[in-house]
């Protein structure tokens, strides 16, 4: 920026990951950043108390949790605990002079364009050139609508796992979890080594991962997010995808069905079977201390709920009921023409919004989202943000209309599959590496390159992308590359040679 100008300003909503990658990118380029966190600190979700418990691990490890540049400390648990993951967001804040663009217990309550973007803080206004929101997906719990539960909860504990901190409420009583997602499997194994009774409900089965896999104890995301097995599945139909990744966990998982039939899924099956991560589930049903459930939930009573379990119409007595049925974005505060432009639907928990690449939208140029879809990897949403504050500052092109409209339909094609997917994107290394590419941060992979084969064949990390383009950090990100390579065993990988410069 040329001395003597004044920078323009962005506004950013939250500052969990997402609100502090968009930060530390609007400084990069020159922009004037303020965030507005509507609590005391930073870190979001990762502040615990709310949608996080006190012994809960990340399910993914350290290097798909982090950012670009930043490294982790070697001490970390390999998939980190709550209070790890916030004290990388700090760590992350500190070193790169975030705080002093924060502005804490802000609460927004009008975003609207006029002539810029007005955003209304509690009793306070300020106008602001462009806008990134970064509230997430994570903020209100989700209850499905099932009779009874006014009267249930009348004499009852009626919960969710949005509010589930530890165990101790829950000791000698008779607990129903609703859900087998990966807090339905987690919170059941907690509140088992209490409780009296631990009943999940489940609609279908699904593969119960533990955080590392066998022979090396690797994270099971450094296993299976990898550039060659994603290009390998693109010259295969969804159908043999399908059942080459149910042949794949079922050399690893096989036991799940034999402890408990109803969570047998067929290795041969061409149906695309979710995966959540679990350490405890499925031990603690082979003890007998979770009983599981593959039933529709009739409706509750004033002792406990009536299900339907293969036919059959059954009672389960419990005094406590915790849904851990997902959660609902918070976007009320965009003005109605926005939320009607980006198709905003809260109920929809799979696609609430409908963007371009979940960053853009057609109703205006100057604003973007970062973080608001389900599966908010680090990698996909720092890539958001980088690309939002490139785009307003001129650097990279702004998506035409053209290609806003496409990626806005393939959205739609995506909120209208059936049976819907696990994520909205579930493809993460094609879909962080588009976005890559619109920011010129993709790396060539040229086979005479000495880093060919470790970003082909290792673990997909977010560092892949400060190689090349814009504020690109090799020094940094070959150091994170090299040490996610040793962490797993695959110093093969490695050649010590510099990278091409793009």
Same mark, same amino acid.
């Given at each position: 920026?040329?001395?003597?100008?004044?920078?323009?300003?962005?506004?950013?909503?939250?500052?969990?990951?997402?609100?502090?990658?968009?930060?530390?990118?609007?400084?990069?380029?020159?922009?004037?950043? @303020?965030?507005?966190?509507?609590?005391?600190?930073?870190?979001?979700?990762?502040?615990?108390?709310?949608?996080?418990?006190?012994?809960?691990?990340?399910?993914?490890?350290?290097?798909?949790?982090?950012?670009?540049?930043?490294?982790?400390?070697?001490?970390?648990?390999?998939?980190? @605990?709550?209070?790890?993951?916030?004290?990388?967001?700090?760590?992350?804040?500190?070193?790169?002079?975030?705080?002093?663009?924060?502005?804490?217990?802000?609460?927004?309550?009008?975003?609207?364009?006029?002539?810029? !973007?007005?955003?209304?803080?509690?009793?306070?206004?300020?106008?602001?050139?462009? *806008?990134? &929101?970064?509230?997430?997906?994570?903020?209100?719990?989700?209850?499905?609508?099932?009779?009874?539960? #006014?009267?249930?909860?009348?004499?009852?504990?009626?919960?969710?796992? /949005?509010? /589930? !901190?530890?165990?101790?409420?829950?000791?000698?009583?008779?607990?129903?979890?609703?859900?087998?997602?990966?807090?339905?499997?987690?919170?059941?194994?907690? *509140?088992?080594?209490?409780?009296?009774?631990?009943?999940?409900?489940?609609?279908?089965?699904?593969?119960?991962?533990?955080?590392?896999?066998?022979?090396?104890?690797?994270?099971? =995301?450094?296993?299976?997010?990898?550039?060659?097995?994603?290009?390998?599945?693109?010259?295969?139909?969804?159908?043999?995808?399908? +059942?080459?990744?149910? +042949? $794949?966990?079922?050399?690893?998982?096989?036991? +799940?069905?034999?402890?408990?039939?109803?969570?047998? &899924? =067929?290795?041969?099956?061409?149906?695309?079977?979710?995966?959540?991560?679990?350490?405890?589930?499925?031990?603690?049903?082979?003890?007998?201390? &979770?009983?599981?459930?593959?039933?529709?939930?009739?409706?509750?009573?004033?002792?406990?709920?009536?299900?339907?379990?293969?036919?059959?119409?059954?009672?389960?007595?419990?005094?406590?009921?915790?849904?851990?049925?997902?959660? #609902?974005?918070?976007?009320?505060?965009?003005?109605?023409?926005?939320?009607?432009? *980006?198709?905003?639907?809260? +109920?929809?928990?799979?696609?609430?919004?409908?963007?371009?690449?979940? @960053?853009?939208?057609?109703?205006?140029? @100057?604003?973007?989202?970062?973080?608001?879809?389900?599966?908010?990897?680090?990698?996909?949403?720092?890539?958001?943000?980088?690309?939002?504050?490139?785009?307003?500052?001129?650097?990279?092109?702004?998506?035409? %209309? #053209?290609?806003?409209?496409?990626?806005?339909?393939?959205?739609?094609?995506?909120?209208?599959?059936?049976?819907?997917? %696990?994520?909205?994107?579930?493809?993460?290394?094609?879909?962080?590496?588009?976005?890559?590419?619109?920011?010129?941060?993709?790396?060539?992979?040229?086979?005479? =390159?000495?880093?060919?084969?470790?970003?082909? #064949?290792?673990? $997909?990390?977010?560092?892949?992308?400060?190689?090349?383009?814009?504020?690109?950090?090799?020094?940094?990100?070959?150091?994170? *590359?090299?040490?996610?390579? &040793?962490?797993?065993?695959? %110093?093969?990988?490695?050649?010590?040679?510099?990278?091409?410069?793009?």
């Amino acid at each position: 920026m040329e001395e003597g100008l004044i920078p323009q300003s962005v506004a950013i909503i939250g500052a969990g990951p997402s609100g502090l990658a968009a930060c530390k990118s609007a400084l990069e380029v020159g922009l004037f950043p @303020t965030v507005y966190e509507k609590s005391s600190d930073l870190g979001g979700l990762w502040k615990g108390h709310t949608g996080i418990w006190k012994n809960m691990n990340a399910n993914l490890s350290k290097f798909t949790c982090s950012f670009s540049d930043f490294p982790w400390d070697q001490y970390s648990a390999q998939c980190p @605990t709550n209070e790890e993951l916030l004290q990388y967001l700090h760590h992350y804040a500190d070193h790169f002079n975030l705080r002093q663009y924060i502005r804490f217990n802000k609460e927004i309550t009008s975003v609207q364009k006029i002539k810029k !973007w007005v955003v209304k803080s509690n009793e306070e206004e300020a106008e602001f050139d462009f *806008i990134i &929101i970064t509230t997430g997906v994570f903020a209100v719990p989700h209850y499905p609508n099932i009779k009874g539960l #006014e009267e249930f909860s009348k004499n009852k504990s009626l919960s969710h796992s /949005y509010n /589930y !901190w530890e165990n101790d409420e829950f000791a000698g009583k008779k607990v129903v979890v609703i859900g087998g997602s990966y807090s339905g499997a987690e919170i059941s194994a907690e *509140i088992c080594k209490v409780a009296e009774e631990v009943h999940n409900v489940i609609k279908y089965p699904v593969w119960i991962s533990p955080r590392h896999l066998p022979p090396n104890n690797i994270g099971i =995301d450094l296993m299976i997010y990898n550039r060659a097995w994603t290009e390998m599945k693109k010259t295969k139909s969804e159908r043999e995808n399908n +059942q080459a990744k149910n +042949q $794949f966990l079922n050399r690893f998982l096989s036991k +799940q069905g034999e402890v408990c039939p109803d969570l047998y &899924i =067929d290795p041969n099956s061409e149906e695309n079977n979710f995966i959540i991560i679990s350490d405890e589930y499925v031990p603690e049903i082979e003890r007998g201390k &979770i009983v599981v459930h593959k039933a529709d939930i009739l409706e509750f009573d004033e002792t406990g709920m009536i299900i339907n379990e293969k036919g059959e119409t059954k009672h389960v007595d419990c005094d406590c009921a915790v849904f851990c049925t997902g959660f #609902e974005p918070k976007l009320d505060f965009l003005a109605d023409e926005i939320k009607s432009a *980006i198709g905003y639907d809260p +109920q929809n928990l799979l696609q609430p919004v409908l963007l371009h690449k979940c @960053t853009f939208s057609t109703y205006d140029k @100057t604003i973007a989202f970062a973080g608001i879809y389900r599966g908010p990897y680090y990698g996909i949403m720092e890539l958001q943000a980088r690309w939002a504050t490139l785009v307003f500052a001129g650097i990279v092109p702004s998506p035409d %209309q #053209e290609a806003l409209q496409k990626g806005i339909q393939e959205e739609i094609a995506i909120k209208n599959m059936n049976p819907a997917p %696990q994520f909205p994107h579930p493809d993460y290394v094609s879909f962080a590496d588009s976005i890559a590419k619109e920011i010129g941060a993709l790396p060539e992979l040229d086979k005479s =390159d000495s880093l060919y084969r470790a970003l082909w #064949e290792g673990p $997909f990390l977010p560092a892949h992308f400060r190689l090349c383009g814009p504020f690109n950090n090799q020094e940094v990100a070959r150091s994170i *590359i090299r040490n996610a390579l &040793i962490a797993i065993g695959r %110093q093969d990988l490695w050649v010590e040679e510099s990278i091409n410069q793009n």
